[in-house]
């Protein structure tokens, strides 16, 4: 697919503060999703508005998420209520001569819809797979799978990436003119997201698993 706009800007998803951080290429609102474990959803319901954090993964033009059939989020996003789900990665402080001009560079994702319930058993069961292998890939073969039971207590949703907007900076600080003369430290602090030596709860059978060998000194970006 070429790195086309997910759509032009609607009234929702058009940036007008700091227009210029704005990105609607498909590229990089897929790569911001793909280096998330967690989203937030934000809904009203009667009881109020409310912004929910629940893990998510992406499948080519759609979002994710799963649950207990119980849950309130997806009981209500079952009913076609609106929904606005945003992404946030940090990656770095930004120390600038002024106390105003002090920023973030950062990745950010929002995106807005309805989310529908994914029925049919063999979308289900390979969306329930995908997630999996974005945790862990190959553990899908080694593991018990979702027995009958536990496959009809789950609930798959997902949202198209059809009205979606990035916001992105990066870079060093913007200093004001007037202020290029004072005397401090100003540069970026980066904030950098690594995965740990994994901890083991029991020996298991066999050779450690390439995707356990390979997660210490990973960076996620």
């Known amino acids: 697919m070429t790195d086309t ?25 897929h ?21 929910i954090p629940t893990a998510c993964w992406r499948e080519g033009e759609h979002l994710y998420i799963h649950g207990s059939n119980g849950g309130r989020l997806l009981k209500l996003l079952a009913g076609g209520t ?4 945003a992404i946030t990665h940090v990656d770095g ?3 600038a001569r002024s106390a105003f001009n002090h920023s973030m560079n950062y990745r ?9 319930r994914v029925t049919e058993d063999a979308a289900k069961r390979a969306a329930l797979d995908a997630f999996m292998d974005k945790l862990a890939p190959g553990r899908n073969a080694e593991i018990r799978r979702g027995n ?13 990436l059809d009205e979606a907007v990035c916001k992105l900076r990066s870079g060093p600080p913007i200093d004001d003119a007037e202020d290029m003369g004072i005397p401090v430290w100003t540069g970026v602090l980066p904030l950098v997201q690594t995965q740990a030596a994994p901890v083991e709860d029991a020996p298991g059978p066999g050779d450690v698993p390439a995707y356990v060998r390979q997660w210490q000194g990973s960076v996620t970006v």
């Open 5 to 29: 706009a997910v759509a032009p800007p609607s009234a929702r998803t058009r940036i007008r503060r700091i227009a210029e951080n704005a990105d609607y290429q498909r590229s990089t609102l």
């Open 31 to 51: 790569a911001i999703i793909d280096a998330a474990y967690v989203c937030h959803i934000a809904f009203v319901d009667d009881k109020g508005t409310h912004n």
């Open 82 to 85: 609106q929904a606005c789900v």
């Open 93 to 95: 402080l930004v120390l």
């Open 108 to 116: 950010s994702a929002v995106i807005y819809g309805s989310f529908e």
């Open 148 to 160: 009958d039971k536990e496959f009809a207590a789950t609930t798959v949703m997902r949202i198209a």
